[in-house]
């Protein structure tokens, strides 16, 4: 690279804009954009216009356990980033799910280090071959939500080497561009100053050559974040680096060298991501390979009487019961939230096409759909030319009281807006301004209507003219804290079937680095009486397929859950219609791990995370059995709440989070306690049925014979366990057999495997060395003597 002077260098390091990074021409130093991830390419305006395709989540992905799907789905995602010229993408999280009440777990592949780090990898790689580049998030410890700026993880050594900065090791292995440095502090440090980790572990131990930068807003100082090893700063313009970097320098506070090296990992990975692109996939093949991987990651936990699948020609009547037949949680509601196809299929819908031709469907939601904030199903009140015939006009003004000519004007199709400093430059978004939003809404029943109303500023709304909610100003800066609650105010209105009255929303915005408007409409409709129609369907019918879950607001960016049940409306659900039918297959549309102690009354059980936008067709299709459910258990689901070594969230008074639970992370600590969780890691089954024999030592590893007994083509995912000092997946591979053959399955191991984290660094556990060739963490398996001191010493 051309020497850079101080003051070329200092520039390099902090972003030029909201999702690029500065260039120097006259070094030949590009600029590079990026967009969020993991799940598919985020517009950054988070506009239900700007399409993209949407992947599984990293849990659906984990419970695949399939590397390859995993390289794969990283390509599409990579694919779709060089079609809308993106550069840099950032994802994978590679996170772990300490925790089941963490806001983002859906975003994490697994509670394992070992299964979250080899797909992570494979993601990466997938992606990269591209040419676009990964940035993977968030380092380090960033497993929960709960005062995520400031909160202070404390972690011993042994646990943060083999546990928590494990997936971070592959990443670096895979050679991904870039690395995140996450909001929250490791022992005392924030991430982005975090020198033990940035410099000493990943840029030293590891020999990692890629740039480290900041999560958006997330440094707070010069020279600590510099000398730390934090080499960009993100967003642009800059706050704490860019030219400052230069000043602290002059000062004798940093070195140069420092910032040359930055400024030189920044244009490394400039040039790295701006080079040559792969062609798109075809749209046909990017929708086969989506509804592939949302059924692989399709867990079938239960299946009394073998319920599933069902056979259409047997029978006379099939309900669908459940709000999410009807209105699936396809993601999670982060800010990397994907702009998807408003025509995607629902469940309800693939299900009748599948089943439809051979047997009567009825369907009854259940319980309301919505039951924080409803839709808000109105026409636009203006014809801007756009062609949208259902959404709210939006008006943008420079003035606070939305008087004047609008400087701009858009429909949008949806009940959540959310903006991020200076989106809409033309109306002032980063000094303050407002908007106004109306449509025209048609009551289809007589009653009493709830009008919902949330922001992040002052916002009111009126109903033909006359204000029926009011939110006041929220503190300065709190924007953040008021957009992760999304709380809204409701006003009962009367209205008439037919009635149409034209609803406006008035929001007033101070300057801040996020705001949000939401709102919706609630149809009068007794919850008893969606209750009753459910149980007179079940009751009715041969067979139930009652789907069950979340929505999108329920796994959110910056906030934690309270608990893991499902809504108190869905507990009484699922209570009724098992006591009225004994052939229930209960489906969860949930992306973390949840408490299933209702399964106890169901046939079936069939977990399906958050799937992506192939979730419809492949459900219809495992359902019917022209799929399988190919999944396993990512995380674990335990007896009770009490359970889960690392269950609580919330900091101490002095900010501290201890990992108390140390290396026994989620099945680690449940087994080690002497317990047994209702579905350990790596639990689940098919439809087709393997037999297990021959486990043998090989000079690799270890290896074992599938023989598939049944009539179908099927997957088993092999696992390899070790149990001392706790039980630790140290191996896996998943296998498909046709009908009636065997494989022979060889699961290569390293020493890095039987090695734990100790005074000396890396130090070998004595033999000889204990291990189970299993079907989950809880299965006493194969048991095996294996001396792993003949291993090549290389690899992780």
Request: proline content about 6%; overall charge negative.
């Amino acid at each position: 690279m051309t020497q850079l002077t101080l003051d070329q260098a200092a520039l390099l390091t902090a972003g030029a804009a909201m999702w690029a990074t500065p260039a120097v021409p006259e070094a030949g130093i590009p600029s590079f954009t990026m967009s969020d991830g993991p799940m598919g390419i985020a517009s950054g305006k988070v506009d239900e216009r700007d399409i993209a395709r949407l992947s599984p989540c990293a849990t659906a992905l984990g419970a695949s356990w399939d590397v390859d799907l995993a390289r794969r789905i990283g390509t599409l995602v990579g694919q779709e980033a060089v079609g809308r010229g993106i550069d840099m993408v950032l994802a994978p999280n590679i996170n772990l799910a300490r925790s089941p009440l963490a806001g983002r777990a859906f975003e994490y592949f697994s509670e394992d280090p070992l299964l979250a780090g080899v797909l992570g990898a494979a993601w990466i790689g997938g992606l990269q071959s591209t040419g676009t580049g990964s940035c993977a998030k968030h380092l380090v410890c960033n497993d929960s939500e709960t005062a995520r700026d400031t909160m202070n993880v404390v972690v011993d050594e042994r646990t943060l080497r083999e546990v928590y900065l494990l997936p971070f090791e592959f990443a670096a292995r895979a050679g991904c561009a870039g690395m995140l440095a996450a909001y929250n502090r490791v022992n005392g440090s924030y991430c982005a100053e975090q020198h033990h980790v940035l410099t000493e572990v990943v840029k030293g131990e590891w020999g990692y050559e890629g740039v480290i930068m900041s999560d958006w807003f997330g440094t707070h100082s010069t020279a600590p974040t510099l000398a730390a090893g934090l080499d960009l700063e993100m967003p642009g313009p800059a706050r704490f680096l860019g030219a400052k970097a230069a000043g602290a320098v002059a000062e004798g506070t940093l070195t140069e060298a420092r910032v040359q090296d930055a400024a030189a990992r920044v244009a490394n990975a400039a040039r790295r991501v701006t080079g040559a692109k792969s062609k798109p996939l075809a749209e046909e093949t990017v929708t086969a390979l989506l509804e592939e991987a949302a059924a692989a990651g399709m867990v079938l936990l239960k299946n009394h009487g073998a319920l599933l699948p069902l056979d259409p020609a047997r029978l006379k009547t099939l309900a669908v019961i459940g709000p999410n037949a009807a209105a699936p949680c396809f993601q999670g509601g982060t800010f990397a939230k994907i702009s998807v196809r408003p025509d995607l299929a629902s469940p309800i819908e693939a299900i009748r096409a599948r089943f439809g031709a051979h047997c009567k469907v009825v369907f009854e939601p259940g319980v309301d759909p919505a039951p924080r904030l409803p839709f808000m199903p109105v026409a636009p009140a203006h014809d801007i030319g756009d062609g949208c015939t259902s959404g709210m006009s939006l008006e943008y003004f420079a003035s606070t009281d939305c008087s004047g000519e609008p400087l701009t004007r858009e429909t949008r199709d949806t009940n959540s807006l959310v903006w991020f400093a200076g989106m809409h430059d033309q109306a002032r978004f980063s000094a303050g301004g407002s908007i106004r939003a109306s449509g025209r809404f048609t009551a289809e029943k007589s009653g009493t209507h709830r009008f919902h109303l949330g922001a992040t500023g002052v916002s009111r709304m009126l109903v033909d003219g006359r204000e029926v909610l009011a939110t006041t100003e929220c503190p300065p800066g709190d924007t953040m804290g008021v957009l992760k609650a999304g709380d809204s105010a409701s006003a009962p209105v009367d209205l008439a079937e037919g009635q149409c009255v034209t609803v406006t929303v008035e929001f007033t915005f101070a300057a801040a680095r996020v705001h949000g408007l939401w709102y919706g409409i609630r149809a009068p409709g007794s919850g008893e009486e969606l209750l009753a129609a459910a149980e007179a369907a079940a009751r009715a019918a041969d067979a139930v397929v009652l789907i069950v879950g979340e929505t999108s607001d329920s796994s959110v960016e910056s906030k934690d859950r309270a608990g893991t049940h499902l809504a108190p409306g869905q507990l009484d659900l699922i209570a009724r219609v098992t006591a009225a039918n004994s052939r229930v297959a209960v489906v969860t549309n949930v992306g973390h791990a949840y408490d299933a102690s209702w399964e106890d009354a169901a046939a079936a059980h069939l977990a399906t995370w958050y799937p992506g936008e192939g979730f419809a067709a492949a459900l219809a299709d495992v359902l019917a059995g022209d799929r399988e459910p190919g999944g396993r258990m990512p995380v674990t689901i335990a007896q009770a709440e009490g359970d889960y070594p690392g269950y609580d969230l919330q900091p101490q008074h002095d900010g501290a989070l201890p990992y108390s639970d140390g290396t026994r992370i989620g099945y680690r600590g449940v087994i080690a306690a002497g317990k047994s969780a209702r579905h350990t890691l790596g639990a689940g089954q098919g439809y087709a049925r393997f037999e297990w024999s021959h486990p043998a030592i090989t000079a690799e590893g270890v290896s074992i014979t599938l023989t598939n007994l049944s009539s179908r083509a099927g997957a088993e995912v092999v696992q390899v366990y070790r149990d001392v000092p706790e039980p630790t997946l140290i191996g896996f591979a998943k296998v498909q057999v046709e009908p009636g053959h065997a494989a022979l399955v060889t699961i290569p191991l390293t020493r890095r495997r039987f090695m734990i984290w100790g005074e000396q660094g890396w130090e070998m556990l004595p033999g000889p060395h204990h291990i189970r060739i299993a079907r989950h963490a809880q299965d006493a398996g194969f048991a095996l003597h294996f001396d792993a001191a003949g291993l090549p010493d290389i690899g992780l």
